[in-house]
Structure formats: structure tokens, C-alpha cells
């Protein structure tokens, strides 16, 4: 699989973007070595020998989720789960009172 220049005008049109023909060509070189790149991954084989069968990656990855021991989750108390007028000296009808800058005046 490969792009065109003409796919990346259109996918820039979809999202509004405005490419110059420079940045065209960048792309669709860079686009083209990831998609490269992600052929010769899938080429890559994936089963694990074991001593009885063969396991697929995937399987193997699976099966060792379930030997890693997890922590309790529990949950601790919120820092700020505090009243609002414990952050601030002055706090009348919900609203922090602040002194005026002398600049204000």
C-alpha cells in the first residue's frame, strides 16, 4: 500500500488544510516509509514455541496478564474534598473575597 500525492491533497482538503507543493511531496515520502514500515512488521512472525504447542503472540501476552498480581484498588480521601472557606481567609455567599489591587482604585 502506497500514497499519492493526490491522497494526501484530498485527506488535507477533508481537513481543511492548506499544503504547499513542497509539504506535499514531504508527506507523502514520510507517509509511504511508515506504511513500509508497518509492512515489514507484519512480516515479522509472531508464534511463540512452547514445548507442547505453538501460541500466537497475542495468546501468550494474554495468558501472562493473568500471573501478574494487581494492588486494592482503594480510593483515598481527596486533598481538596475540603470546605471552600478553609482556602481562604475571606469567603462570604460561595465567593472567595480578594483584596483590591491598589492599581483599581
Not at 506504511?35 to 515489514?40: E, G, N, P, S, T
Not at 505453538?54 to 483515598?76: F, P
Not at 486533598?79 to 489591587?101: C, I, K, Q, T, W
Amino acid at each position: 500500500m502506497s500514497v499519492s500525492e493526490q491522497d494526501v491533497r484530498h485527506i488535507a482538503a477533508l481537513a481543511r488544510l492548506e499544503l504547499d507543493d513542497a509539504r506535499t511531496e514531504t508527506l507523502v515520502r514520510e507517509l509511504n516509509g511508515i506504511l513500509a514500515h508497518m509492512d515489514v512488521l507484519q512480516a515479522v512472525d509472531m508464534t511463540i514455541e512452547d514445548s507442547d504447542k505453538a501460541l500466537d503472540a497475542d495468546t501468550a501476552l494474554d495468558a501472562q496478564a493473568d500471573a501478574v498480581l494487581l494492588r486494592a484498588d482503594i480510593a483515598s480521601p481527596l486533598p481538596l474534598a475540603a470546605e471552600r472557606a478553609s482556602f481562604a481567609p475571606n469567603y462570604e455567599d460561595g465567593f472567595f473575597l480578594v483584596p483590591r489591587l491598589s492599581t483599581h482604585e
